[in-house]
């Protein structure tokens, strides 16, 4: 177990909980959107995390409404819902990622995606989101699509992304190798 990543964990309930976070207090009109960046290999640490951040929040805070979304499987969901799991799931295995890739581009266009999210999970209607799998869905799914779609259809809705990689303030670097030259309107969590 990584002990420094743990002291970071430990952070998450009191902030997630606050009022300031809540009401997204201190952020200059920003949308309340977070990273948690961890070490890729951490992955299994921060999955155990989340079970136990829910169970903790709906013991101890009962009050708020808090839904956690893992995107492998909202995007099984998805896949099924539009009958082409089964499809996807044999073109991969027939002609590989890049043909998966190719075949998929449109139905993952977060236009559709996203609100498929929101349907199924009705993230607008909770108090807090948290959204975990985001090395399991790449590169079918970017994070910085799903935050920007999200940053329209949530508003000041906080939002936490678990993220494998490292988020400088500025830049994802998925898995700590794949960097994005992107600006996401986010803030790191806990540093």
Known sequence: MNTKLQ???????????SDDFLQSKGLANDLGFWIFDYAPEDELQVRDYLGFLTELLAKKHDHLK????????LLQDYLEDRRILTRSIEKQIKEG???????LHGPLHMDKFAPF??????????DIVLISGVGSVWPLMRAHDVL??????LGHKPLV????????GQNLSLFNRLTRKNYYRA?????
Request: glycine share 2%; proline share 5%.
């Open 7 to 17: 002291e970071r964990l430990n952070q998450i309930p009191a902030k997630i909980v």
């Open 66 to 73: 808090v839904v956690h979304i893992h995107l492998l499987a």
């Open 97 to 103: 990622d890049a043909a998966l890739l190719k075949a």
């Open 117 to 126: 999210l929101l349907s199924n999970t009705k993230a607008d209607e909770h």
């Open 148 to 153: 920007n779609k999200l940053h329209a259809l």
């Open 161 to 168: 992304m678990f993220y494998p990689g490292e988020y400088t």
């Open 187 to 191: 803030f790191r969590l806990i540093p």
